[in-house]
Structures are given as C-alpha cells and as structure tokens.
C-alpha cells in the first residue's frame, strides 16, 4: 500500500467521480480503477460501490477515506516536523494557496506581512478550488484563500443555466430568497422530460447530486404541473419550460446560486498550523485587504 494509493482513494472519496478523482491525482481512470481494486484486495473488503451513475462507499469504505485523511496529515505534520527541526524556527516557511479571483488580495497581503516577519518565507501557489481543497487536506498548503458565492459556503444549490427548480404557489419553500440542500431533504420531487439529450444528461447529473435519483417522479409539463398543485413536492426542469411555468400564477421558480452575485471570501488552514501571533496576523492583513478590495468595488 503506497502514499499516493491513499491520495487517490482520498480524492475518490472527495468527488465521489472516478474520472474527476483521475484528473485531480493526475493518472488515467483506468489506472485509478485498478489502484482501488489493489486497495480492496489488500484490506479484503469491498471500499467502494459503482454504478453507471454514481460512486458511494461502503461503511469500510468510509471508515478507510477517514484512515487515509488522517495518515496523510500526520505524514505531512512529521515532514515539517523534521523540517523544522533540521533548519529551526528562523526559517519557518508558510504556503498559501490562492485562486485568480483572490490574486489581488493575498500578494498584497503577503508583501505587508513580510515587512513585519522578515525571518519567514513565503511560498505563494496560484491554484483552482478543488486544487486548494486537496493540497490543505493534504498538508501541502498551511492557507487557503479564495472567493465564492456567499450561498455556496451554507451548502446552496448550483444548478447550470440550463435547468430550473419550482413550487406551487403554497409551498413553504416558494418565499426562500435562496436555498439550502438541506432545506430539499424532507421533500419529494418531480422531474420534467427535457426534449434536448444533453440538457436531459444535466437534469440527471443534478437530481443525482440532490440525492433524489431513487425517489423521484418523472412526466412531462403537464404532469408535473399538475402534480405539484396536489402535493408538498418540488420539481425540477429544463429552461425550456420557463415560460410555461412563469405564466402560471400558482407556480413560483426558486432562487438557486446562478442568481446570487455576492462573494464571500474563505480563508481556511491546515489544522496542524497553530494560530501563533504571526499566523493571526497574515490572516488579519488577508481579511483587510478582502474589506478594502470590497469597498472598492462597491463604490
């Protein structure tokens, strides 16, 4: 069993996707099928359950994605360990991952805190999202820093232009001004047919990641019209059925993240970085400087 087998069971656990897992560990997805089928053999147990449509782990599976987490960051917290103890506390080096979006916010913030703590290096790593997530679990980055929909960080609904989310009138979700994944849970949903295939492949991939693909009902419009104005359902459909539904008075579109603007900044570290002085400090400069950069934009 090799580090990198446990890297790669650990983005799989992530993602839950063993192409997007492939991609992100950077081997083919054949290459990361025959790794967790390794992984299995070994430990004697199936870890993973696939189907055409979804990846889930088993309870052994679960119980080995929080072993691999956890073996992984001690792995990196003996790394700086020895690190520090080979070259002391003067050349103490943080790592700051940051996406595009933050790149007018972290520079700034780092040159002011070099100003103040000369005997630290800064290694700042331009990276997306996903990249960040996985190197801070890891222990490659000790900072984060990125921007996103406010809406996102309360677990928010995204879904693609492409597809739309809708009550009756007298649904108690009908008057949210955004919505919550978790808001969806004690309801049951519809789905609409969409005549375009690949729309139809989205309106999969989104009831999937809803957690609905086993409960949910399928019909066309009509039938899904008329079936939420008898009962506590939601539905989901194509853009191409927007008009239909605006122009009934007894039906109301949600509002999911496509339609909120406002960014958040998240600032997140390794939980192995202790916040001494000088850490609060960098991540007071961040904060500032994400404020001014606000005010900026809003004037």
């Known amino acids: 069993m090799r580090f990198e087998q446990l890297e790669q069971f650990v983005a799989l656990g992530n993602l839950r996707h063993f192409r997007q ?18 992984l299995e ?12 449509r979804s990846v889930r782990l088993t309870e052994q ?19 700086k360990t020895i690190k ?15 996406t595009s979006e933050a790149s007018s916010i972290v520079p700034m913030s780092c040159g002011q805190f070099l100003a103040d703590y000369p005997n630290i290096k800064i290694e700042m790593q331009l990276q997306d999202e ?34 739309i989310l809708f009550v009756a009138k007298h649904h108690p979700l009908a008057s949210k001004d ?24 989205m309106l999969n991939e989104a009831v999937e990641g809803l957690n609905k693909s086993s409960s949910m009902k399928i019909g066309n419009i009509d ?39 406002h960014e958040q900044l998240v600032v997140q570290t390794n939980h192995h970085v202790s916040r001494d002085s000088h850490i609060t400090h960098l991540l007071g400069l961040i904060e500032t400087s994400a404020k001014s950069k606000a005010c900026t934009s809003n004037m």
């Not at 992100?24 to 025959?34: E, H, N, P, V």
């Not at 053999?41 to 055409?52: A, F, H, M, N, P």
């Not at 520090?84 to 940051?98: A, H, N, P, T």
């Not at 679990?137 to 995204?158: F, T």
């Open 41 to 52: 053999d070994e430990i004697g147990c199936q870890l993973v359950k696939r189907s055409t």
């Open 223 to 261: 039938q899904v019209i008329e079936g939420l104005k008898q009962s506590s359902h939601f539905a989901i459909a194509s853009i191409e059925h927007a008009n239909t539904i605006a122009q009934d008075p007894n039906l109301v579109i949600l509002r999911t993240n496509k339609d909120i603007n």
């Open 178 to 201: 955004s919505l919550r994944k978790e808001e969806l849970y004690d309801f049951p949903m519809y789905g609409c047919f969409s005549q375009s295939k690949q729309v139809q492949s």
């Open 21 to 38: 897992a492939a991609e992100q560990t950077k081997i083919s997805t054949s290459a990361l099928t025959r790794s967790i089928q390794t």
């Open 84 to 98: 520090q103890s080979l070259f002391g506390r003067d050349q103490q080096k943080l790592v700051i991952g940051y």
């Open 61 to 79: 599976g679960e119980m080995f994605l929080s072993y691999c987490k956890t073996t992984l960051s001690e792995l990196e917290l003996t790394k």
């Open 130 to 163: 996903h990249e960040l997530t996985r190197k801070l679990q890891l222990g490659e980055i000790d900072i984060s820093v990125y921007l996103q929909s406010a809406s996102n960080v309360v677990s928010n609904i995204y879904l693609p232009d492409q597809l």
